[in-house]
């Protein structure tokens, strides 16, 4: 039987309200390995964003925002910056509070989608847990979000997916393994003529960038 939706998001809030429980504000917390390799995704993720416009300013969507390690990575490089994080789990936006609470031109929300639309959205990490979830229902729900992503997002939108092409025996069964070439070619078809892909910077997982002709 196919899954919905609402059962999906049930089960992906419940797992990451606890990690964030037991591992705190750290790459562990929402299921990251580590802190280098969580830098390096956002590098990629924000290459989204044009080099001239990032001390002019822009507006940005986090979904799946956790406790706002992407907002930390921003400032640390010096952007200019109109934040704002969406996560389903009260105990990562709690986190993130905690940890952002004062910054000036940042918001956070418990939301399951955008409320919001900003020049930018970017997703990471999000597609990742599957669990039990078939593919074919996961699928339908990745493909869910990036709809989200796409009316929430002026000039264009990114995301990353552990990829297909990993090594066999490495792979984990409660984990989604996306074809990079199957999204590649469904976001452009879909959204947008200008789609890059990034599967080039050292982690089995690829980064799709969506740029909109504006």
Same mark, same amino acid.
């Given at each position: 039987?196919?899954?919905?939706?609402?059962?999906?998001? @049930?089960? !992906?809030?419940?797992?990451?309200?606890?990690?964030?429980?037991? $591992?705190?504000?750290?790459?562990? &917390?929402?299921?990251?390995?580590?802190?280098? +390799? %969580?830098? =390096?995704? $956002?590098?990629?993720? =924000?290459?989204?964003?044009?080099?001239?416009?990032? %001390? @002019?300013?822009?507006?940005?969507?986090?979904?799946?925002? &956790?406790?706002?390690?992407?907002?930390?990575?921003?400032? @640390? @490089?010096?952007?200019?910056?109109?934040?704002?994080?969406?996560?389903?789990?009260?105990?990562?936006?709690?986190?993130? =509070?905690?940890?952002?609470?004062? !910054?000036?031109?940042? %918001?956070?929300?418990? #939301?399951?989608?955008? +409320?919001?639309?900003?020049?930018?959205?970017?997703?990471?990490?999000? $597609?990742?847990? *599957? %669990?039990?979830?078939?593919?074919?229902?996961?699928?339908?729900?990745?493909?869910? !979000?990036?709809?989200? /992503?796409?009316?929430?997002?002026?000039?264009?939108?990114?995301?990353?997916? =552990?990829?297909?092409?990993?090594?066999?025996?490495? /792979?984990?069964?409660?984990?989604?393994?996306?074809?990079? *070439?199957?999204? $590649?070619?469904? *976001?452009?078809?879909?959204?947008?003529?200008?789609?890059?892909?990034?599967?080039?910077?050292?982690?089995?997982?690829?980064?799709?960038? !969506?740029?909109? #002709?504006?």
């Amino acid at each position: 039987m196919s899954r919905g939706v609402e059962s999906i998001l @049930q089960d !992906v809030n419940s797992y990451y309200s606890s990690k964030i429980k037991d $591992f705190g504000a750290t790459a562990q &917390g929402v299921d990251w390995n580590g802190s280098v +390799s %969580q830098q =390096l995704r $956002f590098e990629q993720l =924000l290459k989204i964003v044009p080099p001239e416009i990032r %001390q @002019q300013g822009f507006s940005l969507n986090d979904i799946g925002c &956790g406790y706002g390690a992407l907002l930390s990575h921003i400032k @640390q @490089q010096d952007m200019s910056v109109d934040y704002y994080g969406f996560d389903l789990s009260v105990a990562m936006i709690e986190a993130a =509070l905690e940890q952002h609470g004062n !910054v000036s031109g940042a %918001q956070f929300e418990v #939301a399951d989608s955008c +409320s919001r639309v900003a020049d930018y959205s970017l997703a990471s990490g999000i $597609f990742n847990v *599957c %669990q039990d979830t078939a593919r074919e229902d996961w699928e339908a729900y990745v493909r869910t !979000v990036l709809e989200s /992503m796409n009316a929430c997002s002026r000039k264009g939108f990114s995301f990353n997916c =552990l990829t297909s092409y990993s090594d066999l025996e490495y /792979m984990r069964d409660y984990l989604y393994y996306g074809d990079p *070439c199957f999204y $590649f070619d469904y *976001c452009k078809r879909t959204f947008s003529g200008q789609v890059a892909l990034l599967h080039d910077y050292g982690l089995y997982e690829f980064t799709l960038l !969506v740029r909109k #002709a504006v």
